[in-house]
């Protein structure tokens, strides 16, 4: 694990949680679940990743870069780099790459994420390398062919001043109605500028004006049917 020298705009503190039923985190800044309470595993599968093609369009060995707003439990990071195990193409390199205003501690990202056996190995490694005090850019070296980087700060700020382009998006913020912020027409069209031609993005929220945001931002949309019940989601292409 390494700090970058780069200093990215400062952090809050760390993120002021309740727990419900145990291992369910739950934010008292902005009164909403980190995931859904039904699976918030099988829903990054069902949102993040078939919402951008994954993992078929892991069959190239060329490096893939993902980009995501809201770290939180890195639950969608460890769920993400499990996957990609299974599926990479020797020589390929993942670079996940999550946007996050108030890092947690070690100690509760190991609290969420035990609710899920299928990711031990994930969850352990992480929090084997997470820092005590995250801030600036964490960067995790998970194996050869998988780094994890998580910028500490907001992520309007961050991703105007990064140098990255991702080829698939999770946008992952709390509530639209909650934490609008995380869906402004102005952090939308950062996305979009910081998305490859021919790369992706896909989100659980379905609100009109997120739908409205992504549009005017330049993505072609695609309305699909919801995880475990929610009657849609939104993915799409940045066609040019
Ligand atoms: C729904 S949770 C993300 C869940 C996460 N992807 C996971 O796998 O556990 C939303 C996250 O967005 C973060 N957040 C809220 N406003 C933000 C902002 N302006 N910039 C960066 N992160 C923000 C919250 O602190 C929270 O961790």
Not at 93 to 122: C, G, K, T, V
Request: charged share 20%.
């Amino acid at each position: 694990m390494t700090h970058s020298n780069t200093t990215p705009e400062t952090n809050k503190t760390s993120e002021p949680l309740t727990w419900h039923d145990g291992d369910m985190p739950y934010s008292t800044a902005f009164g909403d679940h980190f995931y859904c309470q039904t699976d918030g595993r099988l829903e990054c599968g069902h949102v993040f990743h078939a919402g951008n093609g994954l993992p078929d369009r892991w069959q190239s060995a060329e490096p893939f870069t993902i980009g995501e707003l809201g770290f939180g439990t890195g639950l969608n990071a460890c769920e993400t780099w499990r996957r990609w195990k299974e599926h990479h193409q020797p020589g390929g390199h993942l670079h996940f790459i999550s946007f996050e205003l108030y890092p947690m501690q070690a100690n509760e990202i190991d609290r969420a994420l035990s609710r899920w056996p299928e990711i031990d190995a994930e969850r352990k490694a992480l929090v084997a390398q997470w820092p005590q005090a995250p801030s600036g850019i964490v960067t995790v070296a998970l194996d050869a062919q998988t780094t994890l980087s998580v910028v500490c700060g907001d992520a309007f700020t961050n991703l105007s001043a990064s140098p990255h382009s991702f080829d698939a998006w999770f946008l992952d913020g709390f509530a639209p109605s909650k934490n609008s912020d995380m869906w402004s027409a102005e952090l939308m069209q950062v996305v979009f500028d910081h998305t490859v031609p021919g790369g992706s993005f896909a989100t659980y929220a379905a609100a009109g004006f997120v739908r409205r945001n992504l549009i005017a931002a330049g993505y072609a949309l695609e309305r699909r049917p919801g995880f475990a019940g929610k009657r849609e989601m939104l993915c799409g292409i940045r066609s040019a």
